[in-house]
């Protein structure tokens, strides 16, 4: 009995051993597993950095090579746009006078062809809107200051589609990173990679393929509009030396089809809408300036003197027609009386110019006195003070014959009105010479400035700019002394009636007068 509890408990012993033996195998065998399931994830990881590594050397030549590509399209392109445009050069110097709203006649689109491309659009004023039969007008640009040309040939739309790709290979990358990272889909990740590795799929950096896609995208906005535009703008089409022809069109560009007809249905077109806008903005200026004192005395001025010229006709008239002689004769004293009004009015209206005029004297003497003028400008400034001081003397003594109507003055020497009334046309005699001559001196002055500006510049735009800028300075000088000279007739009338008869007298002042409102409308469309 005793012999049979010491074996079972010996057994028991045993059993205990072996089964500690097999418990420290086991555990043996777990650590032996997890070292082997650490190494395998870290030689992933390495196998995912190094395979990243070959993704980055291949997507820097990648976009390198797009870079080249895109280059090289854009030079081939600009390459074709100077040779058609030396092709035509010859044919540029020939058209002088196109200037507006593309080919002014439809001889020059003749000349040219009907496969038309414009290459630069000049902006001015508000756009306008085009109605024409399904014209469909795009602005063609250029990035002449970055040297960049834009490329829209299908190459150049195949390197953006494959830049899409490269995207989207990006993103898938960077989610496979995502899920390693997150340690899901282990199994999986491993196959995925060498998937994309033996196809040699290759994607670059998100940066780089936004910058190329952005690149192309803006390019290709300088020739298309967005279709979800209702609306069809147009800006001036013109013709200079920068516009150049393409004889051959692609899918992406936009070529404009216009016959020699449709030319002459847009220049008539565009010609109407500039007409309206020049009336509207000349109606506008005419309104404007019945805000100032000059303005009102011009517009009072010019219907005096149209009177004037009326009732002297219509006293011709009734000399020869005695049957009307008393219905003609009320109609002239109405004229004389509203010249009358309008004469007074006129010079109720120039009160306080004599002081202006004495401020505008005492600062031209006080800069010759204190040797504030150039020499070559000493002239210029003492013909400026004759003419002032004749201009405040006809103030004053329109003062004098304003009071003298209304009787403020007292009529005892019926002489007297007519003796100011004398001077007062010499005096503006004295103003209108001075400054016909002053307009002369003006004159001489800009010939001599353009000469030396010609010298002094190469450029020949700045040079055609020049030459414009004095042509125009000439334009307002010639219209002030056409101004001068249609009133000088009426003064000659008012110093001695025998020698202008009134009716002329009459229809110059009319004529001088609508010229001053013309200066006041261009001098208030410049504001």
């Known amino acids: 009995m005793i012999e049979k509890l010491f074996d079972n408990q010996k057994n028991i012993s045993k059993q205990k051993i072996e089964d500690n033996v097999f418990q420290e195998q086991v555990n043996d065998d777990d650590d032996e597993i997890e070292e082997q399931r650490s190494y395998n994830l870290n030689q992933l990881k390495q196998e995912l950095s ?6 980055n050397i291949h997507a820097n030549q990648k976009t390198e090579n797009n870079n080249k590509q895109i ?16 092709k035509n050069k010859e044919q540029f110097k020939k058209l002088k006078n196109i200037k507006t709203y593309g080919l002014s006649n439809s001889t020059c ?23 024409s039969n399904g014209l469909l007008a795009t602005h063609y640009t250029t990035l002449s200051q970055n040297k960049i040309y834009p490329s829209t040939s299908r190459e150049a739309q195949g390197i953006l589609t494959q830049n899409k790709q490269d995207k989207q290979k990006v993103d898938f990358i960077r989610v496979a990173n995502d899920r390693y990272q997150d340690a899901e889909g282990k199994e999986n990740l491993e196959d995925l990679i060498k998937q994309h590795a033996e196809k040699n799929i290759v ?77 509207l903005q000349t109606l506008t200026s005419l309104l404007n300036i019945l805000n100032i004192s000059s303005g009102r005395d011009k517009y009072a001025r010019i219907i005096q003197y149209f009177f004037k010229f009326i009732g002297s006709f219509l006293k011709n008239y009734y000399i020869n027609n005695p049957k009307q002689r008393d219905q003609i004769s009320s109609i002239v004293l109405q004229l004389t009386r509203t010249q009358s009004f309008l004469s007074n009015f006129r010079k109720a209206l120039r009160f306080g110019t004599p002081i202006t005029r004495q401020i505008s004297i005492n600062k031209r003497i006080t800069k010759i006195l204190k040797n504030q003028v150039a020499p070559q400008d000493l002239k210029m400034e003492i013909m400026k003070i004759i003419q002032e001081i004749g201009s405040s003397i006809y103030c004053i003594t329109d003062h004098v014959i304003f009071f003298y109507n209304i009787g403020v003055i007292y009529k005892k020497n019926p002489q007297m009105r007519e ?51 004095s042509k125009q300075q000439k ?50 469309q410049k504001k």
């Open 71 to 86: 280059q090289n399209l854009n030079l081939n392109n600009y390459s074709k746009s100077q040779n058609s445009y030396e």
């Open 50 to 55: 190094d395979i990243s590594g070959v993704y």
């Open 419 to 469: 003796k100011v009334m004398y001077y007062n046309d010499w005096c503006w005699m004295w103003d209108a010479v001075s400054q016909f001559i002053i307009n002369l001196m003006n004159r001489k002055e800009i010939d001599k400035n353009i000469i030396k500006y010609l010298q002094s510049q190469n450029n020949e735009n700045q040079i055609q700019q020049g030459i414009e800028d």
């Open 475 to 524: 334009k307002k000088i010639d219209i002030d002394n056409a101004r001068i000279l249609a009133d000088i007739p009426v003064i000659v009338h008012g110093l001695n009636s025998n020698l202008v008869r009134p009716e002329i007298a009459g229809i110059l002042g009319t004529i001088s007068s609508a010229i001053g409102i013309y200066q006041l409308v261009q001098n208030d």
């Open 109 to 131: 689109a003749r000349r040219f062809g009907s496969l038309v491309n414009l290459r630069e659009i000049k902006q001015k004023n508000k756009p306008k809107l085009l109605s």
């Open 203 to 279: 994607g670059s950096s998100y940066d780089k393929v936004q910058k190329n896609k952005n690149l192309l995208q803006n390019q290709q906005n300088l020739y298309s509009k967005s279709e979800n535009k209702k609306k069809l703008y147009y800006d001036k089409w013109y013709i200079d030396k920068n516009m150049y022809y393409k004889e051959k069109s692609s899918d992406v560009e936009r070529q404009i089809l216009i016959t020699p007809y449709l030319y002459d249905k847009i220049y008539m077109y565009n010609q109407l809408n500039e007409m309206s806008c020049k009336n």
